[in-house]
């Protein structure tokens, strides 16, 4: 069953919400989710393996990694939503005046760049 024209789903203006404003709430979720889940799998139960996890997903959803660390290292209990929402808000706020460029990292940038090795020493003979 298709809901009818009509409806709410069609037309954004009703529920005062635009796309962009949708993508920012549901990036903050995203985030939110993933500092709580890192707060439990390294302060709480020092979960290697699991927080190497919850790392790479961060990078395949191309969050940016400052804001989660401001977050994670808040120092805000992670049971309270609505003082994590309240530090990434000021970050946000912080950062949106500060650059307007893209910020973020992605696991694809990360594997493509390959390490450096250092330049050989030039021989020195003992005089």
């Known amino acids: 069953m298709t809901a009818p024209s009509s409806s709410c789903l069609h037309q954004s203006w009703r529920s005062g919400v635009t796309s ?7 990036q903050q979720a995203l985030v939110l989710l993933l500092a709580q889940q890192l707060m439990n799998a390294q302060f709480l139960r020092a979960d290697r393996a699991g927080s190497e996890r919850l790392w790479q997903e961060a990078a395949a ?9 401001h977050v994670l290292y808040s120092g805000v209990d992670s049971q309270d939503h609505a003082s994590l ?3 990434d808000d000021a970050w946000l706020a912080e ?22 090795r250092p330049a050989p020493a030039a021989l020195v003979s003992p005089a």
């Open 85 to 87: 929402r309240a530090e």
């Open 20 to 26: 962009t404003a949708f993508s920012a709430r549901k």
């Open 61 to 69: 959803l191309e969050l940016d990694v400052e804001r989660l660390l």
């Open 95 to 116: 950062h949106s005046r500060t650059s307007n460029r893209p910020r973020g990292w992605t696991l694809q940038g990360l594997t493509r760049r390959q390490a450096r």
